[in-house]
């Protein structure tokens, strides 16, 4: 016989018409015997009931006129389409950062030390408050690449 | 399928006739989920337009991660919270302040016999019994009985463990039922405490 807090967490299923019937034949087993449980099934049940049905409040009368205007309002400042230049700058960058990458990478490859050590190279990628995104490698010889990528300064820009 | 891809991709690649359909779709229940979960503490047309903004505006960046609506009630949730934040205040219940000639309340007078059966009254006690309740537990059953999410759906808005959804639902129907009680002619005895003992039954309970 189930006790009481797994009881509980069945009769949660219950409520919800989740409980395979195995488990609400145990449950109904242990609701037999105990008073407390057959109250607190009572409640899960009545208070659920009560708050599926709570009547809709209708909507303002000004409301989709009010957020009409202030969608179109963003969309000039070129929020809310796939065009928006904002995200597809944030979408290029790692696209771009991978590219400087290799334009890195294969010129010192091919200029590597007869005894097989590449050029020592320090890659550092750094974004700094003011949103700049710098793909930096230090000049090891003539064919030592920098790339430098300067994001918008929307890089940073808050997610919802 | 989910019932809003369609739209949903359309949306992400810049239709404003799609967004605007899936505002016509979920603006009814976004400005219920805040007015059940704030009682009147915060302006529901504000919060739910500025919700509608926030999805506007990142719209593009929609990955499909989640499905668009457990996206749009987390950002319902975070709007919320910025405007309480805000206001800097626990969330109250405003009601109508002329008092009756008896010094009643409006939602004391509503509250008779007569008037439970309006609308207005019955919504009124359902927020003010939510209003009381701590913000965690108000906030996941008014997810799950008032706006009908799944488990698993609330776990994503709210970033909790379903079981962790489960467990506090259970506590916060029990601690409605007293403020409830009196919409389904319940005593209004509280929640029975303690572990497994036989009691009477109902039928019992009604002859003893």
């Given at each position: 016989?189930?006790?009481?807090?797994?009881?509980?967490?069945?009769?949660?299923?219950?409520?919800?018409?989740?409980?395979?019937?195995?488990?609400?034949?145990?449950?109904?087993?242990?609701?037999?015997?105990?008073?407390?449980?057959?109250?607190?099934?009572?409640?899960?049940?009545?208070?659920?009931?009560?708050?599926?049905?709570?009547?809709?409040?209708?909507?303002?009368?000004?409301?989709?006129?009010?957020?009409?205007?202030?969608?179109?309002?963003?969309?000039?400042?070129?929020?809310?389409?796939?065009?928006?230049?904002?995200?597809?700058?944030?979408?290029?960058?790692?696209?771009?950062?991978?590219?400087?990458?290799?334009?890195?990478?294969?010129?010192q490859s091919r200029h590597a030390r007869s005894d097989g050590e590449l050029s020592t190279a320090l890659v550092s990628l750094a974004v700094p408050p003011g949103g700049l995104l710098a793909l930096t490698a230090p000049r090891a010889d003539d064919d030592s690449a920098m790339v430098v990528l300067l994001a918008n300064e929307w890089w940073q820009e808050e997610r919802p | 399928m989910d019932a809003d891809e369609s739209l949903v991709v359309d949306a992400v690649a810049g239709s404003r006739e799609a967004f605007d359909e899936l505002v016509v779709r979920y603006q009814l229940r976004i400005y219920n989920l805040v007015r059940a979960m704030?009682?009147?503490?915060?302006?529901?047309?504000?919060?739910?337009?500025?919700?509608?903004?926030?999805?506007?505006?990142?719209?593009?960046?929609?990955?499909?991660?989640?499905?668009?609506?457990?996206?749009?009630?987390?950002?319902?949730?975070?709007?919320?919270?910025?405007?309480?934040?805000?206001?800097?205040?626990?969330?109250?219940?405003?009601?109508?302040?002329?008092?009756?000639?008896?010094?009643?309340?409006?939602?004391?007078?509503?509250?008779?016999?007569?008037?439970?059966?309006?609308?207005?009254?019955?919504?009124?006690?359902?927020?003010?019994?939510?209003?009381?309740?701590?913000?965690?537990?108000?906030?996941?059953?008014?997810?799950?009985?008032?706006?009908?999410?799944?488990?698993?759906?609330?776990?994503?808005?709210?970033?909790?463990?379903?079981?962790?959804?489960?467990?506090?639902?259970?506590?916060?129907?029990?601690?409605?039922?007293?403020?409830?009680?009196?919409?389904?002619?319940?005593?209004?005895?509280?929640?029975?405490?303690?572990?497994?003992?036989?009691?009477?039954?109902?039928?019992?309970?009604?002859?003893?």
């Amino acid at each position: 016989m189930i006790g009481c807090e797994d009881a509980r967490r069945l009769i949660v299923g219950r409520v919800d018409g989740t409980l395979s019937s195995p488990l609400n034949h145990a449950l109904d087993r242990h609701l037999a015997v105990c008073g407390a449980c057959r109250e607190a099934a009572d409640t899960q049940h009545v208070v659920s009931s009560i708050l599926r049905h709570r009547p809709d409040e209708p909507m303002p009368a000004m409301f989709w006129s009010e957020l009409s205007e202030r969608l179109d309002a963003a969309r000039k400042q070129g929020w809310g389409s796939a065009a928006n230049w904002r995200a597809w700058s944030l979408r290029l960058v790692p696209v771009a950062a991978a590219a400087a990458i290799l334009a890195f990478v294969v010129p010192q490859s091919r200029h590597a030390r007869s005894d097989g050590e590449l050029s020592t190279a320090l890659v550092s990628l750094a974004v700094p408050p003011g949103g700049l995104l710098a793909l930096t490698a230090p000049r090891a010889d003539d064919d030592s690449a920098m790339v430098v990528l300067l994001a918008n300064e929307w890089w940073q820009e808050e997610r919802p | 399928m989910d019932a809003d891809e369609s739209l949903v991709v359309d949306a992400v690649a810049g239709s404003r006739e799609a967004f605007d359909e899936l505002v016509v779709r979920y603006q009814l229940r976004i400005y219920n989920l805040v007015r059940a979960m704030s009682g009147g503490g915060v302006d529901a047309d504000d919060v739910t337009q500025e919700t509608f903004l926030r999805a506007f505006r990142a719209i593009a960046r929609f990955r499909g991660e989640s499905t668009f609506r457990t996206w749009l009630y987390r950002i319902a949730m975070n709007v919320m919270k910025t405007h309480q934040e805000q206001r800097g205040r626990r969330l109250t219940l405003i009601v109508s302040a002329e008092p009756g000639e008896h010094g009643e309340s409006a939602i004391d007078r509503a509250l008779s016999s007569e008037d439970l059966e309006s609308d207005v009254a019955r919504r009124d006690a359902i927020d003010r019994a939510l209003a009381d309740l701590p913000e965690n537990l108000r906030a996941i059953v008014t997810l799950r009985d008032v706006q009908g999410l799944a488990y698993e759906e609330i776990a994503a808005v709210l970033g909790i463990p379903v079981g962790t959804v489960e467990s506090r639902v259970f506590r916060a129907r029990q601690r409605l039922r007293p403020a409830l009680a009196h919409l389904v002619g319940w005593s209004d005895a509280g929640p029975t405490a303690g572990g497994c003992a036989p009691g009477l039954s109902r039928k019992e309970r009604g002859r003893a």
